[in-house]
């Protein structure tokens, strides 16, 4: 207990003095693992797995998974020498949850506007973004976008509880 208490004690010091010099750092994208979930480089080369915050996008054994993984990588591939990160934390998994952008385009919000990812209502973001995932998410499933083409699309959280 007491080892994994100064680990975490340490992603955390190593977590903030990276980011807490800004609001936001200039990143490079290391992997893109699904399609909310990415690792990063800093300037210093250090790694860090970032989480996007605010959205929950398919397991990649789920429908649409696949899809919404290979669209984040098209849109962060956008603009390579120009993504960014505004981090808000970590999650219980010790990743850093932020928003990402590719220049002015906010990421998580593109992946919710083309259906490939659910609202996560995620308080840091403060309730006037949380309002704009959420009617960005409403708008693609009443225009049956992306995975909203399936009417028995699973929620990633639900499914998440059956399968694992």
């Keep these: 207990m007491k080892i ?3 680990q975490f004690f340490l992603l955390l ?10 609001e936001s750092v200039r990143v490079a994208v290391e992997d893109v693992h699904d399609g909310d979930t990415i ?3 800093d300037a210093s080369d250090n790694i860090f797995k970032i989480r996007l915050i605010g959205i929950d ?4 054994a789920q429908d649409f998974g696949n899809k919404a993984q290979t669209e984040l990588k098209k849109l962060l591939k956008r603009d390579k020498k120009n993504i960014i990160v505004k981090p808000f934390g970590l999650d219980r998994n010790n990743r850093i949850l932020a928003q990402v952008f590719v ?5 998580n919000l593109e992946l919710l506007k083309m259906g490939f990812a659910w609202f996560y209502d995620s308080h840091p973001l403060g309730k006037e973004r949380l309002k704009i995932y959420l009617e960005a998410m409403n ?3 009443e225009n049956k976008l992306g995975l909203w083409k ?9 499914w998440r509880k059956k399968n694992d």
Excluded at 13 to 22: E, I
Excluded at 150 to 158: M, S
Aim: proline residues 5%; without cysteine; aromatic residues 10%.
């Design 57 to 60: 996008a398919p397991e990649l």
């Design 39 to 41: 690792t990063v480089s």
């Design 13 to 22: 010091f190593f977590v903030y003095s990276a980011f807490s010099q800004t």
């Design 103 to 107: 220049g002015d385009l906010d990421v």
């Design 4 to 6: 994994a208490l100064t």
């Design 139 to 141: 708008e693609a499933k």
């Design 150 to 158: 399936n009417e028995d699309a699973t929620d990633p959280k639900d």
